[in-house]
Nanobody, 122 residues
Framework: QVQLVESGGGLVQTGGSLRLSCAAS????????IGWFRQAPGKEREFVVG????????NYADSVKGRFTISRDNAKNTVYLQMNSLKPEDTAVYYC???????????????WGQGTQVTVSS
């Protein structure tokens, strides 16, 4: 399994931007599709965006299309999530997760990071 560590969360005002990073250990990072999920207090974890093993395919939740961009650098074992035009409803703990194939359901992912908090103030 691959170990994942998220970073880049923080407090930002409405309309602001943040870039999250998901760093992976090991030399097999390119074998994994990566997904970002988020969980707000009192809500279930929800899919945000996913990227295929080599970055050719991406899937976005409708709520973030046009505002968030996922990318990966397999040479650096890192996936990035650029978040622009942030809204208060984007406030959540953001998790990255690894799967054998690109997917949108949490059950398809078998390695998870510890999460990073994103708070968007109104």
């Amino acid at each position: 399994q691959v170990q994942l560590v998220e970073s880049g969360g923080g407090l930002v005002q409405t309309g602001g931007s943040l870039r999250l990073s998901c760093a992976a250990s090991g030399r097999t990072f390119s074998r994994y599709a990566i997904g970002w999920f988020r969980q707000a207090p009192g809500k279930e974890r929800e899919f945000v965006v996913g990227i295929s093993r080599r970055g050719a395919t991406t899937n976005y939740a409708d709520s973030v299309k046009g505002r968030f961009t996922i990318s990966r650098d397999n040479a650096k074992n890192t996936v990035y999530l650029q978040m622009n035009s942030l809204k208060p409803e984007d406030t959540a703990v953001y998790y990255c997760a690894a799967s054998g194939v690109i997917a949108t359901v949490a059950q398809s992912f078998n390695s998870w990071g510890q999460g990073t908090q994103v708070t968007v103030s109104s």
